[in-house]
T-cell receptor
Framework: AQTVTQSQPEMSVQEAETVTLSCTYD???????LFWYKQPPSRQMILVIR??????QNATENRFSVNFQKAAKSFSLKISDSQLGDAAMYFC???????????FGEGTQLTVNP | EAGVTQSPTHLIKTRGQQATLRCSPI?????VYWYQQALGLGLQFLLW???????NRGNFPPRFSGRQFPNYSSELNVNALELEDSALYLC?????????????FGPGTRLTVT
């Protein structure tokens, strides 16, 4: 079974600075999808970014980018120019190509300090 | 475009009772997913429905069941409620059966079992 691990339960960053959240996963599949979701205090899960494993190019969405290392099974999220609104719980998630269920990591609570 | 909606927002039940949670997907989405977010247990996949059929189920007992209606909305039923069923239940929707599609989440239903 696939597993997703987020080894940083909590992280903090100063406003306007850059922070990187770590995620590793375990799978025997060669093709799959990876996601980062954020969950602010409102509890609404919001999709941040999506990566297809067969694409070598790292996904980017505005201030959010990933560092996808397929051989190392690593999928980190970099947030540049951090804003107060980025404060949330961030979840890394895995999806196999043959199905649609998401397997989530434990989450990283990000605090943004003014 | 309206997002995924869930009702009720909060639900309080007594142990042994039944709970019914409802979800309406984004217009055009045919797949509905249910996840449980319990304290200390993270986000766990419950059920996946597409085109009215149950496509996949997570590691939950049979007293967790559901259905999808012709308009693609969905119900999650939890029978014989136990205290450990207290959790935030999140519904998500996506397009199509093929894997890799982004899942968009609703605001959740907070179920409390006393």
């Amino acid at each position: 079974a696939q597993t997703v691990t987020q080894s940083q339960p909590e992280m903090s960053v100063q406003e306007a600075e850059t922070v990187t959240l770590s995620c590793t996963y375990d799978t025997s599949e060669s093709d799959y999808y990876l996601f980062w979701y954020k969950q602010p205090p409102s509890r609404q899960m919001i999709l941040v970014i999506r990566q297809e494993a067969y694409k070598q190019q790292n996904a980017t969405e505005n201030r959010f980018s990933v560092n996808f290392q397929k051989a190392a099974k690593s999928f980190s999220l970099k947030i540049s120019d951090s804003q107060l609104g980025d404060a949330a719980m961030y979840f890394c998630a895995y999806m196999e190509t043959s199905g649609s269920r998401l397997t989530f990591g434990e989450g990283t609570q990000l605090t943004v300090n003014p | 475009e309206a997002g995924v909606t869930q009702s009720p927002t909060h639900l309080i039940k007594t142990r042994g009772q039944q709970a019914t949670l409802r979800c309406s997907p984004i217009s055009g989405h045919t797949s509905v997913y249910w996840y449980q977010q319990a304290l200390g247990l993270g986000l766990q996949f419950l059920l996946w429905y597409d085109e009215g059929e149950e496509r996949n189920r997570g590691n939950f007992p049979p007293r967790f069941s559901g259905r999808q209606f012709p308009n693609y909305s969905s119900e999650l039923n939890v029978n014989a409620l136990e205290l450990e069923d207290s959790a935030l239940y999140l519904c998500a929707s996506s397009t199509g059966l093929a894997g890799g599609h982004e899942q968009y989440f609703g605001p959740g239903t907070r179920l409390t079992v006393t």
